[in-house]
């Protein structure tokens, strides 16, 4: 098939940025996309250009690494899906086809369409966890979850960190992403016992990365590959708010 | 260099593990930040080690060449993770745990780390749920389980289909807490290059930030491994794109015997590759095998669709040959079972190179909103990828390279032969013997860094108490970075006209063909010289774009590649010294009249660790396996 690529390079993160275009030989239906960006870059190092730099790994929807906008979609025109999992079979002969990095403040570009998610593990390490040392656990039927609890747990934690839900915000807010992981603790009872402090620290740690406000236009979730609720943001808003002022004029530990 | 001792406490194969803690050296706590430990990889294994060694107190560098720990290739693993716990009340316990997988690993293996694995299952599945792992519960609030991968009890813990990214959000949340706490510093997207050894003992690592390709230097006084799986070396695996063997393969270069090498697991039911292009494969999950049926069409090159085949024209090839097991049978018998029909003629697709396995019986006798509600996200993930309906045609399947049992040698403290470099998780050889049971290994990747390493690493650093750090002015570490230095810059200016994957395929082909699923004699030498041509072919004509310092996935890839090429041939020589068949290691030349696998317990009851000689041929050691508690059996799945 004959498809046109306008791809964004960038050579580093104060670099300006261009698009090139690129119409290779040889694109079959049955490739993936980053089988088909492989194939482009294979033919620019054949001619002696550099090979556009993009993040993938496990390329099969579950690390998270991967993750570009396409046509102006975050990881593309299919729901649930990550740049990794598409395939050249959702687009058409001669279809011209727009690949750009994941573009935020909190994000920035490290080359073309590279771009550095750190400020979302910051985020997650700013109390993004439950405070347990290794084999202090209880027996494990000991605390006993509510199957709708651990299911609901469950769709929050299956959050993939992949940034889709900030690259589709037009404030680059990183809500969804926070509110997921502050749904799948709070949910369980072993989670519930630090809510308060964590709800607080990751709150303010993702004002601290540049991260935008959200106004709910739940663009978020339609772009993300794990279809995580947009509910969970009001959740972690109603959470942070109770905690505000539940806090006032105490310091919260 | 002579074998170093497996150090395996004596005593009854139940108190082994307790005799070994009630009597290691401990470090104090007042004297743990004066350690400095550097772990690379933070997969389960390495993620779960930096965490025990930061809530321990000591002081520890994480190294990964991933952009977050939380993508490390664990995070892909699908179908669960072993404990016994007996929830189930079947008769489940430590001992069966412990025989399933002796007896799975094909003899093999050491008794005694894998009766540890069975024993330390228990206190993992208290830590994951403590951490907030949500796995799978019944009705009544308590875990459920599953059955996985050719054993008789339900001791599988499972979270859908995503156990091993909600094990790894665990790991990496005690992670995060101790990189919050300050007791951990985490460096993302730097790649080891080489492992420091001063004075035969580990003293740091060079890694090299894949940002900016800067090449630095990291002194430690004891350095961790846990780097994984390197089956990716098949180029078409299961594996990430970025899983790699140069971490274990620089370290064996410094003296760390490598053991068996060619023991890797092949998976039955892979997706098959859609055509030339294809990267990576996926997975599908061995759950699948329980409902569906396995089959080739009877008349090889049939070109009808498989709904249009007859009954009576299919070759239901597992039901045929393994009545007892059928469909279930274990992991390697299915992979050669169908590599037998592909290579007969029999496989479909357009390439022919794949088997059906089919939902049509399942479906019609319980509906296809059970088949749904069991597979449902599986059948999803097969559309995205081929674009077919399973609910209306069978799914076409193949076998991949999917886990490496082989790995870097090590005694039962974990560590390598290199004093005070250790190696965890997948990276080492530990616990599986010749083939590893489903749901075994986020089992052994999560304790080997909970537990184990936690407790070996004090007896260790407890001698070097009053030891200052390493000095990277020390000569070795000038030396090691400079040579990484050199090979970057080698590797750029090569100038040929291949692309670094045109390598890793080539590769990948000589060794499935040859070093995968069946091997021979004469295929293995074979592999040998076409392994050692291709190398020479790549230090002549690989084209490595871009400069050092810079952003450079292409020079990431060839220094991979580059390791991977060295130890293809390992593999290969691995494979042929071992003249018997065991678990997925089958020689053709070993075998019943019927096609099973013949072990020879007499002569290769060992493990082969191999020491690297500069410049030579590597040196095969025997590490003699005892069997002093289970009686070594044949497996017999007809
Ligand atoms: C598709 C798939 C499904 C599986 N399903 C199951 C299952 O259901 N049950 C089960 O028990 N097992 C399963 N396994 C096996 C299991 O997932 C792995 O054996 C286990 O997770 C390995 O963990 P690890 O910590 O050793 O390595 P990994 O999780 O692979 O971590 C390796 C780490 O090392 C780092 N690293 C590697 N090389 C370098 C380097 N040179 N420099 C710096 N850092 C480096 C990486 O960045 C990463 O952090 C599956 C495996 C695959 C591939
Ligand atoms: S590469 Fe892992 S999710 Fe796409």
Known sequence: MKITFRIWMQDGPNSAGEFVEHAPEGLAPDMSFLEALDHVNESRILSGQRAIEFDHDCREGICGTCGVVINGRAHGPLAATTTCQLHMRSFSDGDLVTVEPFRARAFPVIRDLKVDRSSLDRVARSGGYVSTNIRAAPEANSILVPRHAARAAFDAASCIGCGACVASCKNAAASLYTGAKLAHLSELPQGKIENTLRVVRMVEAMDREGFGSCTNTEACEAACPQEISAHLIARMNRQYNWARLKSLGRKLT | ?638
């Open chain 2, 1 to 638: 260099m002579a074998l170093p001792d497996a150090k395996i406490p004596d005593g009854p194969i139940e108190r082994k593990w307790s005799y070994y803690q009630a009597h290691c050296k401990l470090v104090n706590a007042a004297n743990r930040s004066r350690f400095q430990i550097a772990v690379i990889g933070t997969g389960l294994a390495g993620g779960g080690a930096a965490a025990a060694l930061g809530e321990l107190g000591y002081s520890v560098k994480a190294f990964s060449f991933h952009d977050s720990p939380r993508r490390a290739h664990s995070v892909a693993a699908q179908g669960g993770v072993n404990a016994a716990k007996n929830y189930q009340n079947d008769g489940d316990n430590v001992w069966r745990m412990f025989y399933d997988a002796v007896k799975g690993g094909d003899f093999r293996s050491r008794e005694a780390n894998v009766y540890r694995m069975a024993e330390l299952s228990v206190d993992l599945i208290d830590t994951c749920v403590a951490q907030g792992v949500p796995f799978a519960r019944e009705y009544g609030g308590v875990l459920a389980n599953r059955s996985f991968g050719g054993v008789q009890v339900e001791r599988t813990f499972y979270a859908q289909g995503q156990t091993g990214q909600q094990l790894l959000l665990g790991t990496i949340a005690a992670l995060n807490r101790q990189i919050d706490a300050g007791r951990v510093e985490m460096f993302s997207r730097h790649e080891l290059l080489d492992i420091v050894v001063v004075d035969g003992r580990a003293a740091g690592v060079v890694v090299r930030d894949m940002v900016t390709g800067e090449i630095e230097a990291h002194a430690a006084h004891a350095v961790v491994l846990a780097t994984g799986g390197y089956a990716k070396i098949y180029y078409l695996s299961t594996l990430a794109m970025g899983s790699n063997a140069t971490a274990i393969w620089k370290a064996h270069k410094r003296g760390a015997l490598l053991a068996n090498p060619s023991f890797v697991q092949v998976h039955p039911t892979s997706l098959p590759p859609l055509g030339v292009h294809q990267s990576k494969l996926t997975l599908m999950s061995e759950s699948l095998r329980n409902d569906g049926r396995i089959w080739v069409p009877a008349q090889a090159g049939d070109p009808r669709h498989p709904n249009e085949i007859p009954e009576s024209e299919r070759d239901y090839y597992l039901e045929r040959r393994y009545p007892a097991f059928g469909n279930l049978t274990p992991r390697d018998i299915a992979s050669r079972a169908a590599k037998e029909r592909i290579d007969a003629g029999h496989g479909v697709g357009p390439l022919a190179n794949a088997v059906y396995l089919d939902f049509r019986d399942a479906i019609r006798n319980h509906g296809e909103d059970v088949i749904r509600s069991r597979y449902g996200n599986l059948f999803g993930m097969y559309q995205k990828i081929t674009g077919l309906d399973a609910y209306r045609e069978p799914m076409k399947i193949a076998p991949a390279a999917h886990f490496s049992m082989g790995g870097l040698w090590v005694d039962y403290e974990l560590m390598s032969s290199i004093t005070g470099l250790y190696a965890l998780g997948e990276c080492n050889f530990a616990d599986h013997g010749a083939n590893r049971l489903g749901a075994n290994s986020l089992l052994q990747a999560c304790i080997d860094g909970y537990f184990i390493l936690p407790s070996t690493i004090g007896n260790y650093l407890a001698t070097r108490l009053h030891e200052p750090l390493p000095d990277t002015d020390h000569p070795a570490f000038r030396d090691a970075t400079q040579e990484a230095e050199e090979s970057v810059n080698k590797l750029l200016a090569v100038g040929g006209s291949r692309c670094v994957d045109h390598f890793h395929r080539e590769l990948g082909a000589i060794l499935t063909d040859r070093c995968g699923i069946s091997r021979s004699g004469a295929g293995l030498r074979s592999a040998i010289e076409d392994v050692r041509r291709l190398r020479r072919e790549f230090q002549q004509d690989v084209k490595v774009p871009g400069g050092p310092r810079e952003p450079n996935s292409e020079l990431d890839k060839a220094l991979r590649v580059q390791d991977y090429l060295e130890l293809g041939e390992l593999m290969c020589r691995d494979a042929l010294e071992r003249d018997e068949s065991c678990g997925m290691h089958f020689r053709e030349e070993h075998q019943t009249g019927d096609g099973e696998a013949v072990r020879n317990d007499q002569s290769f009851a060992h493990v082969a660790a191999w020491e690297h000689v500069e410049g030579g041929e590597a040196v095969r050691h025997q590490e003699q396996l005892a069997f002093e508690f289970v009686e070594i059996a044949t497996r017999d799945y007809r």
